[in-house]
């Protein structure tokens, strides 16, 4: 029973995506920056990215102020690479939210 359990408990470890790399962190502030700079407009200051990891599902997160306006703060949900060779594009963000407040109160959008 406890092999059996054992072994689950690797197989389930096994699934889990690899982890995103400080590299592929960086790689993703700036498609970011990029997608915002064109389809906004806006420039980003003060960029800062992390990942969260809720069960299977792992999500990097990256969030900058607006040049123009300190008070916009701009925040984007983008999906995990599978590996930490894979490339971070435009084709992973998949949710970008605006506050004019200060980052009080976000209105999130599905990206296109």
Not at 18 to 37: D, H, I, W
Not at 59 to 64: L, R
């Amino acid at each position: 029973m406890y092999i059996t359990y054992l072994v689950g408990v690797v197989i389930l470890a096994e699934s889990i995506p690899y982890p995103t790399s400080s590299q592929q962190l960086n790689e993703a502030e700036k498609v970011v920056e990029c997608y915002v700079g064109e389809s906004n407009g806006v420039k980003m200051i003060n960029t800062s990215s992390n990942f969260t990891a809720e069960m299977f599902d792992r999500i990097i997160h990256i969030e900058g102020n607006s040049k123009e306006n300190s008070e916009q703060v701009l925040r984007m949900d983008l999906d995990q690479v599978s590996n930490e060779s894979e490339k971070i594009t435009g084709k992973s963000i998949n949710k970008i939210c605006k506050s004019n407040n200060g980052g009080k109160k976000f209105t999130c959008a599905d990206a296109e």
